[in-house]
């Protein structure tokens, strides 16, 4: 299981990006995405996420 992060909901703050651990998460053009193969499942962007756009898959 990996994280996953809502498109519709993801205001491309950027705060996610620095919490994780093993640099899965990526800019996109309108919001961010997770690499489900390099993610390790800590949760720790999640739990800064200020709008919660990120959950487990």
Do not use: H, R
């Amino acid at each position: 299981m990996a994280y996953k992060i809502d498109p519709d909901t993801c205001t491309a703050c950027g705060t996610c990006i620095d919490e994780c651990p093993v640099e899965a998460i990526a800019e996109g053009e309108n919001f961010y995405t997770i690499d489900p193969d390099t993610c390790t499942d800590c949760g720790s962007c999640a739990d800064v996420c200020p709008v919660e756009a990120i959950s487990p898959e």
